[in-house]
C-alpha cells in the first residue's frame, strides 16, 4: 500500500467552482506540504504543516487554503478556481525527527476550464 | 532569497553516453541537498541526498552527485545511462534550521535517452 495517497487523481472543473485536493499518509509523519508543479517551473509550495494546529503559507498559497484535520489528513482546497490554477498537484510528508527526506504522493492533475 | 537553478531544460542522450546534469542554489549556509526524479506519470522519488561529510554522494541506480561548497553546486552525474533514465530530474535544497524542512526546487531537467 502507498505511505501517501491522494484523491483524485484527476479533477476537471470550472471556473468558479470549490475543490478540494485530499491527501493522507500511513508514515506516522508530523509534517505535510502541498506543492504544485507547472513545466518550467518546478515545484512550487503553497502551503505546509508542521502538526494538526501549526499551518504556514508557503510561496504560492493566493488562492487555496488547507485543513490539517488530522496527523494523517492535510487538504488543499480551491475555493474559486481559475484556469492559471490548472496544475499538477502533490502532497509530501516528512518526519520532523531529523532532517529528512520528503516524500511525495502520486499527484493530482487538475484542469480548471 | 533561497533559489536553485537547473542549467539544462531538456537533455537527449543515447544509451551509454555520460550523464551530468548542474544545479546550483544560492544561500550561503548549511544545506541539504537533494535529487529527485519523477519517472512518466509517476510521483518524485529520491535518487540520493547530502546532510553532511563526504560530498560525493552516491544514490540509486548508478547515480551520484558531488557537493561543491565553493561553487553553490551539487551537480548529479551517471556515468552511463540506461534508456530507463528517462524522466524529469529535480535538485532541491533545504535551507536553514528553521526553515521548517521547506525544499526549494530547481525547474527540472527533462532527460530523454535514445535506445
Known amino acids: 500500500d502507498a505511505d501517501v495517497t491522494q484523491t483524485p487523481r484527476n479533477r476537471i472543473t470550472k471556473t468558479g467552482k470549490r475543490i478540494m485536493l485530499e491527501c493522507s499518509q500511513t508514515k506516522g509523519h508530523d509534517r505535510m506540504y502541498w506543492y504544485r508543479q507547472d513545466p518550467g517551473l518546478g515545484l512550487r509550495l503553497i502551503y505546509y504543516s508542521f502538526d494538526v494546529k501549526d499551518i504556514n503559507k508557503g510561496e504560492i498559497s493566493d488562492g487555496y487554503s488547507v485543513s490539517r484535520q488530522a496527523q494523517a489528513k492535510f487538504s488543499l482546497s480551491l475555493e474559486s478556481a481559475i484556469p492559471n490554477q490548472t496544475a499538477l498537484y502533490f502532497c509530501?510528508?516528512?518526519?520532523?525527527?531529523?532532517?529528512?527526506?520528503?516524500?511525495f504522493g502520486p499527484g493530482t492533475r487538475l484542469t480548471v476550464l | 532569497a533561497q533559489s536553485v537553478s537547473q542549467h539544462n531544460h531538456h537533455v537527449i542522450l543515447s544509451e551509454a553516453a555520460s550523464l551530468e546534469l548542474g544545479c546550483n542554489y544560492s544561500y550561503g549556509g548549511t544545506v541539504n541537498l537533494f535529487w529527485y526524479v519523477q519517472y512518466p506519470g509517476q510521483h518524485l522519488q529520491l535518487l540520493l541526498k547530502y546532510f553532511s561529510g563526504d560530498p560525493l554522494v552516491k544514490g540509486i541506480k548508478g547515480f551520484e552527485a558531488e557537493f561543491i561548497k565553493s561553487k553553490f553546486s551539487f551537480n548529479l552525474r551517471k556515468p552511463s545511462v540506461q534508456w530507463s533514465d528517462t524522466a524529469e530530474y529535480f535538485c532541491?535544497?533545504?535551507?536553514?534550521?528553521?526553515?521548517?524542512?521547506?525544499?526549494?526546487f530547481g525547474q527540472g531537467t527533462e532527460l530523454s535517452v535514445k535506445p
Open positions: 532541491a535544497v533545504n535551507a536553514g534550521y528553521n526553515q521548517g524542512g521547506k525544499l526549494i
Open positions: 509530501a510528508t516528512r518526519s520532523g525527527v531529523s532532517y529528512n527526506e520528503q516524500f
